[in-house]
């Protein structure tokens, strides 16, 4: 009885370790670029970058900027609707913002907005891996406060 809880412990523990090394680096992504509608290429998770994108002026600009640009919509405000939209894009080659997509949201009133502010950005400066420029997913949470 002992020796199969161990067993089942030791096999838990080495599935919840190797996960994460299990996880795709990189990943075919179908990209909607300027230049084209549908170009299936490899996307980096930023983690396995070796210079990950940045927002122009960094993460202190990339904050002005959000703060900028947010629109409160009025019935989200009026409904007091808050919260945090997590939001998943891709940083191109050429540094545009594209793929944008709600991870996780609170209302579609905020997530919309969350949307166009990304969809807004100026170009980022581009990941590498190995000296090149490669397509890297990000993560961005777009909080809404009242």
Same mark, same amino acid.
């Given at each position: 009885? /002992? ?5 089942? /412990?030791?096999? #838990?523990?080495?599935?919840?370790? #190797?996960?994460?090394?299990?996880w795709p680096?990189?990943?075919k992504v179908? /990209? ?10 490899d996307?980096?998770?930023y983690? =396995?970058v070796?210079v990950p994108?940045?927002f122009?002026?960094?993460?202190r600009?990339?904050?002005n900027y959000i703060n900028?640009t947010?629109? =409160?919509p009025y019935?989200? =405000?009026k409904?007091?609707i808050h ?10 080659t050429?540094?545009?913002v594209?793929?944008i #997509?709600? /991870?996780?949201g609170?209302?579609p009133?905020?997530?919309s907005?969350?949307v166009?502010?990304i969809?807004?950005?100026?170009e980022?400066?581009?990941g590498k891996?190995n000296g090149?420029a490669v397509p890297v997913r990000?993560f961005?949470p ?5």
């Amino acid at each position: 009885m /002992i020796s199969g809880v161990k067993n089942i /412990i030791f096999l #838990s523990l080495f599935v919840a370790f #190797s996960l994460p090394t299990a996880w795709p680096q990189v990943s075919k992504v179908n /990209i909607e670029t300027r230049h084209s509608h549908d170009c299936y290429v490899d996307v980096y998770e930023y983690d =396995y970058v070796d210079v990950p994108p940045q927002f122009p002026g960094g993460d202190r600009a990339l904050f002005n900027y959000i703060n900028k640009t947010r629109v =409160y919509p009025y019935e989200a =405000y009026k409904r007091r609707i808050h919260g945090r939209v997590l939001c998943s894009f891709i940083v191109d080659t050429d540094g545009s913002v594209c793929n944008i #997509s709600v /991870i996780k949201g609170v209302n579609p009133l905020l997530d919309s907005e969350a949307v166009r502010i990304i969809r807004e950005m100026p170009e980022w400066k581009v990941g590498k891996k190995n000296g090149c420029a490669v397509p890297v997913r990000c993560f961005l949470p777009i909080p809404f406060r009242l």
